[in-house]
């Protein structure tokens, strides 16, 4: 068992097992069990900071990260005119990890699952997601953060279903450095909210922490915008 599989799975007869296909985390495809369904966001609802850039932080170090930081630079000028966060979320991938192969991208994420969730999960989030498992709803993560390195915090909680963006790979299975499909905040979380439970989907509560949620939480019956403030210890460390 994984680190933050101890850390944060729920219920142990729920968690993820690799004989158990049907508890494994997809970003498409309906939850099987029932129950209410609340959607969290990830990045600032169930973390302290954004995950993506902590991972790349700790993928290559700080010296390499802030090299590349100053390669987006360009980019990031260049965004007050167009606002298009998937154009930034593009260059970012296209600087950082163009030409890894998925499979090294997925253990690497792993592996930085184990050690960023007792930094990056709120306790007061994971308090909440626990209290909506044991009265059996159904949990999803509505994210725009790469599937590849969410998908292994959402097994270690227990998630029944992760909508995250989708990066491409090439025909040898390596990052192209683009996305595939839109950037998942704003409209589109509601588009593959709709995609994975019908256009008449209704959310008990959804959960998160930008303007890139509204449109999710005007989804769901219960609305929670910046709710989690909690810091775990260590919450401040180098990730």
């Known amino acids: 068992m994984s680190r933050i599989d101890k850390m944060v799975t729920v219920d142990p007869e729920r968690q993820s097992r690799p004989d158990d296909p049907e508890r494994d985390i997809a970003s498409e495809g309906r939850p099987q069990r029932a129950g209410p369904l609340v959607a969290f966001d990830f990045d ?49 991938v296209r600087i950082f990890l163009k030409g890894l192969p998925r499979k090294i991208l997925e253990q690497e994420a792993a592996e930085f699952a184990a050690v960023a969730a007792p930094v990056l999960l709120r306790p007061d989030a994971l308090k909440a997601w626990r209290r909506y498992r044991l009265d059996g709803a159904r949990l999803v993560i509505v994210t725009a953060s790469p599937e590849q390195l969410v998908a292994p915090f959402a097994r270690g909680l227990g998630a029944d279903l992760l ?77």
């Open 163 to 239: 909508l995250a963006t989708k990066l491409d790979f090439d025909a040898e299975g390596r990052v192209t450095g683009r996305l595939d499909g839109r950037n998942c905040r704003s409209q589109e979380k509601v588009r593959r909210l709709r995609e994975a439970f019908g256009q008449d989907i209704r959310l008990t509560a959804a959960y998160g922490d930008t303007a890139g949620d509204i449109e999710m939480l005007d989804l769901a019956d219960e609305k929670y915008m910046r709710l989690f403030t909690g810091k775990p210890s260590g919450a401040g460390g180098a990730l």
């Open 44 to 92: 600032g609802t169930l973390t302290v900071r954004d995950s993506f850039k902590a991972f790349l932080r700790w993928r290559i170090g700080p010296s390499a990260y802030w090299l590349g930081m100053g390669k987006l630079i360009p980019s990031l000028l260049a965004y007050p005119f167009h606002r298009n966060r998937a154009r930034l979320k593009s260059a970012m």
